[in-house]
């Protein structure tokens, strides 16, 4: 089963940028990956997709021209670029493959103060 290592969040303020990075355990480059964040007491929601080849991402609406999904499938290795961050961004962000989840990783915790 695969495994899945979040970095790179912190503690940022309102309108800052910042990178998050995910690092899988085995190669993950035939696969469409994803990332999701999960608020404090609410559901896990979808952030962005991005598929093998890099020829197609999808973001959700209240995510939509700030952030950037990308990949290094020689590194096995997804990254999100965040910016003109809101600290309704604040979360915990997560990666996993796009459809049929595996395991979740401990995540990557992202505070964005106003």
């Known amino acids: 089963q695969v495994e899945f290592l979040e970095s790179g969040g912190g503690l940022v303020q309102a309108g800052d940028s910042l990178r998050i990075s995910c690092k899988a355990s085995?190669?993950?480059?035939?696969?469409?990956m994803a990332w999701f964040r999960q608020a404090q007491g609410k559901a896990r929601e979808f952030v962005a997709y991005?598929?093998?080849?890099?020829?197609?991402?999808i973001y959700s609406d209240s995510v939509k021209g700030r952030f950037t999904i990308s990949r290094d499938n020689g590194k096995d290795t997804l990254y999100l670029q965040m910016d003109n961050l809101k600290p309704e961004d604040t979360a915990v962000y997560f990666c996993?493959?796009?459809?049929?989840?595996?395991?979740w990783g401990q995540g990557t915790q992202v505070t964005v103060s106003s």
């Open positions: 085995r190669p993950f480059h035939n696969y469409v």
């Open positions: 996993n493959f796009a459809i049929n989840q595996e395991k």
């Open positions: 991005i598929d093998a080849l890099e020829r197609d991402t």
